[in-house]
């Protein structure tokens, strides 16, 4: 029911856009949100956006990452910048509050020189 995509090996200070192909009885009406999980520690908010277009953020990624939602197609996206080696994580999607049915693989992100 949702599909992360996007994570790549990056250097400090790079960019790099998450996507999140969710179903429509997942996405449609509800508040979404990105999550990660870095290594050896437990997952993690990253931020959330409400079903009409209200973002929040955590602080460490306040300034540097950017959600947002395409109702049309089921989408939401992470657009993060200015990444450093404490993004290094598993990114997941899923509802916020998340339900333990919706979490997918996740997409790994990795940050290093």
């Known amino acids: 029911q949702v599909v992360e995509s996007g994570g790549s090996l990056v250097q400090p200070g790079g960019s790099l856009r998450l996507s999140c192909a969710a179903s429509r009885i997942m996405f449609s009406g509800l508040h979404m949100a990105w999550y990660r999980q870095p290594p050896g520690k437990l997952r993690e908010l990253v931020a959330w956006?409400?079903?009409?277009?209200?973002?929040t953020y955590v602080d460490s990624v306040k300034g540097r990452f950017s959600i947002s939602r395409d109702d049309a197609k089921n989408v939401v996206f992470l657009q993060m910048d200015d990444l450093n080696p404490e993004d290094t994580a598993i990114y997941y999607c899923n509802n916020y509050p998340p339900s333990n049915a919706h979490w997918g693989q996740g997409t790994q992100v990795t940050v290093s020189s």
């Open positions: 956006i409400t079903h009409n277009g209200i973002a």
